[in-house]
């Protein structure tokens, strides 16, 4: 992802709650330190340019039946 800005957007991940109910998202600084990673239960999900320090707050966990 890019242009991403943390007081305009939000990320939003649709998860299946029959297949995890409880899932867990984690932002940690990117290797290359200049972004940042997003991770779903452990597992590299997105990666997003110029956001090093991105914490959870602007991720947003919708469970697909709620759609």
Do not use: C, K
């Amino acid at each position: 992802m890019t242009d991403f800005d943390t007081s305009e957007d939000q990320i939003a991940v649709i998860y299946d709650s029959t297949v995890n109910d409880s899932p867990v998202v984690e932002a940690e600084n990117n290797e290359a330190g200049d972004g940042a990673s997003i991770l779903l239960d452990g597992a590299l999900l997105a990666e997003v340019s110029g956001a090093q320090g991105l914490r959870t707050g602007p991720i947003v966990l919708i469970d697909v039946i709620t759609l």
